[in-house]
């Protein structure tokens, strides 16, 4: 029995690691064509942060729902961080590039009051508690959720200024599975910790295994020295994104921030 | 020594068993503030919901009467053998109480109030006496002449908070015709979601 138990173990790990390790080879196949089609012009690090509007989950047992209780509640807030690595190939013309890369994706999403650092709570309904209402005050819940996966950028150059500085426009798809979430919960009472597994088991609120989003943003290209150049975007809101990647909330994006770092392949004067 | 011993243990189990069967006195504020969500279909209403909002409503004929935020929406009074349900709300621009005292039932204290549990209250009942009470421009206190009605209380639930047993919640509808002001009216679409503690409790 307990053989059977860790073999069957081993093949969900292994199969879930099978679907990781796709985006790993997808990434290196799309490097490898390049050869025969693009002519690659650098290698980036790159960091992107967005911020993003949010909507309670209803389906969520907790009493105030946001926006009924005036004054005293409503912070629910989320980030969408991301950190990669990522080639940038020449399409067509000096204009147009495509940029494939591997990106770890990291989503936090929280619930708590505005006033939760002088102490404030909220109620959280307990239902394993059948002799009546449960109740447990609660500070924040908060989720963290882990993806792996290849954003896609396709960016478009009109302008270059003395070879040092252009501006662009890019559009970027992302398409991520996910390799870890947690959900936490941060009790008012202490003693109360207890209950948090038995709580989330009831609640069993899950998220989207799959992350995808479809956006644009406005940049700029800087040459900081030969080998390196820099790269500045404003993230618009996304067109598309798949919904359900937080338990807690409803997620869209209203912004963000993009910074990378670029080791151009064929150096320029 | 042994004796003492034994004699401790003796005291400390009854301190322990009191204190299990007693009334906490514990209220938290944020659970006594009501949770006002409208009912898209019936505008100025609440809700019909079952955990223990603070909300009540109804429509007077076509006015609403309905809990606010300010003043606790529900008091029971035990006094001798009647007890009083007091709804506080806001009635045709200013506050309002709806009282409905029932002769023959006198809980002892707020859990008592568990028994009313999937009950239904005849209001034109000899033994329900029900009043209208508002401070608006005039205050008008006056037993009503109850037509038809039933209050239906359909839970009665215990309130726990953080496993601490803190409230009783009632929640069901009521629906009245009767005369105010010496014209008939309609009570309708009556809805109530209402927690009873130590703070809204009394017994005299």
């Keep these: ?269 | 020594m042994k004796l003492n011993i034994k004699r401790l243990k003796a005291l400390l189990a009854i301190a322990v068993i009191l204190a299990a069967s007693s009334c906490t006195y514990y209220n938290d504020f944020e659970f006594s503030r009501s949770v006002f969500t409208e009912d898209y279909d019936f505008p100025g209403l609440p809700i019909y919901s079952e955990l223990g909002y603070n909300t009540f409503g109804m429509y007077i004929d076509r006015k609403v009467f309905s809990s606010t935020d300010s003043a606790y929406p529900i008091k029971i009074i035990v006094n001798g053998d009647t007890c009083k349900f007091s709804l506080n709300g806001w009635y045709s621009g200013g506050p309002a109480t709806l009282g409905i005292a029932l002769i023959g039932f006198s809980p002892e204290d707020y859990p008592d109030l568990i028994q009313l549990n999937d009950s239904i209250i005849n209001l034109d009942d000899p033994n329900c006496i029900l009043t209208f009470t508002q401070n608006g421009h005039t205050t008008v206190a006056k037993k009503l002449d109850v037509i038809q009605g039933s209050l239906h209380i359909k839970q009665a639930k215990k309130l726990y908070i953080d496993t601490e047993f803190t409230r009783v919640i009632l929640s069901g509808t009521i629906a009245l015709k009767t005369f105010l002001f010496d014209d008939p009216v309609a009570f309708t679409n009556g809805r109530f979601d209402l927690g009873v503690g130590y703070e809204n409790f009394y017994n005299y």
Aim: contains cysteine; proline residues 3%.
């Design chain 1, 1 to 269: 029995m307990l053989v059977a138990s860790t073999a069957c173990k081993l093949i969900i790990t292994l199969y879930m690691r099978k679907r990781i390790w796709i985006f790993v080879v997808f990434f290196f196949s799309l490097l490898s064509i390049k050869a025969q089609y693009f002519k690659l012009k650098d290698i980036s690090v790159n960091m992107n942060r967005q911020d993003v509007s949010t909507i309670l989950n209803e389906s969520w047992p907790i009493r105030q729902d946001v926006g009924n209780l005036p004054n005293s509640w409503g912070n629910t807030f989320a980030t969408i961080k991301s950190f990669g690595v990522a080639s940038e190939m020449f399409v067509l013309n000096k204009k147009w590039t495509v940029t494939p890369g591997i990106s770890f994706y990291n989503l936090q999403s929280a619930i708590m009051k505005d006033d939760y650092t002088r102490g404030g709570h909220f109620f959280l309904r307990n239902d394993n508690n059948s002799d009546g209402l449960d109740f447990i005050r609660v500070k924040s819940i908060e989720e963290k959720s882990n993806y792996l996966g290849i954003p896609i950028t396709l960016k478009y150059t009109p302008f270059t200024f003395w070879n040092t500085l252009s501006l662009h426009a890019q559009l970027t798809a992302d398409l991520a599975y996910q390799i870890s979430s947690d959900t936490s919960i941060e009790f008012k009472l202490p003693a109360m910790q207890s209950l948090e597994r038995d709580i989330l088991n009831t609640i069993n609120q899950q998220n989207n295994p799959f992350y995808a989003s479809l956006y644009a943003s406005l940049g700029m290209h800087v040459k900081l020295s030969k080998m390196i150049y820099l790269s500045l975007d404003l993230v618009l809101p996304e067109f598309i994104r798949t919904s359900n990647n937080s338990s807690l909330m409803s997620l869209q994006t209203i912004g963000g921030g993009k910074f990378s770092i670029h080791f151009p392949l064929s150096i320029t004067k």
